[in-house]
């Protein structure tokens, strides 16, 4: 299995700015994806990121609003910018455990735009 | 077609019962199928998962029976206990371009009463 710790946990943030959201693994792993959970609904893939490449986006997800970082294959981050309250959501990291085909997923970040 | 269909949407039994979930995928290229568990204000968990060449697969008190005919799969929960209280997720994914996708169906909300 892996561990996968997100920062922050949850944040109260105005409309009109971003937020940075982190995720780190304590494995090294090729594949990580973010995902949204608006309340008590299922889960979106949001994007697909590789570490030394591009981050490939769902439909309906676009780079200027949910830019991805992955430096390294341990770490990635998700911006959400120029916020606004439909962007209220939980939002989670996953990674693939190459060869085994299993997601493990971190606690989430819920975030609240007033 | 991506959709994975899930029901029920919620389901209540008493301690001791036995809870059926069941889901439902159109999208033949799909090979491997996982269940998920979360607890409100955590991340999907993992729970167990099963691929195309098996009709069954069993962990403790967790079962999984796909028919691949039909295009169905459903998880049992064998002597379900108040803990086991929680949004159950099927999932579904294909291997494409080397990274498995996970499609998520819209979660059923389960409720053991002791």
């Known amino acids: 299995s892996a561990v996968i710790s997100q920062k922050p946990s949850r944040d109260i943030c105005q409309r009109g700015t971003s937020l940075t959201i982190q995720c780190q693994v304590d494995?090294?792993?090729?594949?990580m994806f973010w995902y949204r959970q608006q309340p008590g609904q299922s889960l979106t893939l949001i994007a697909t990121?590789?570490?030394?490449?591009?981050?490939?986006?769902e439909s309906g997800f676009v780079i200027d609003k949910f830019p991805i970082s992955r430096p390294n294959l341990t770490f990635s981050t998700l911006t959400v910018s120029n916020m606004s309250p439909e962007d209220s959501s939980i939002y989670l990291c996953?990674?693939?455990?190459?060869?085994?085909?299993?997601?493990?997923f971190g606690q989430g970040t819920r975030l609240t735009v007033v | 077609q991506q959709q994975v269909k899930q029901s029920p949407q919620s389901l209540i039994v008493q301690k001791g019962g036995i809870p059926i979930i069941n889901c439902a995928y159109e999208?033949?290229?799909?090979?491997?199928f996982p269940w998920y568990q979360q607890f409100p204000g955590k991340g999907p968990a993992l729970l167990i998962a099963?691929?195309?060449?098996?009709s069954e697969k069993k962990e403790g008190r967790f079962t999984i029976s796909f028919n691949k005919s039909a295009k169905q799969f459903s998880l049992h929960i064998m002597d379900s206990q108040p803990g086991d209280s929680a949004t159950y997720f099927c999932?579904?994914?294909?291997?494409?371009?080397?990274?498995?996708?996970?499609?998520f169906g819209k979660g059923t909300k389960l409720t053991v009463n002791p």
């Open positions: 996953s990674v693939e455990l190459t060869g085994a085909g299993e997601a493990f």
């Open positions: 494995s090294q792993v090729t594949m």
């Open positions: 990121a590789n570490q030394g490449s591009e981050a490939t986006y």
């Open positions: 999208n033949t290229a799909f090979d491997y």
């Open positions: 099963i691929r195309p060449d098996v």
């Open positions: 999932a579904a994914s294909m291997s494409q371009g080397g990274s498995e996708k996970l499609v």
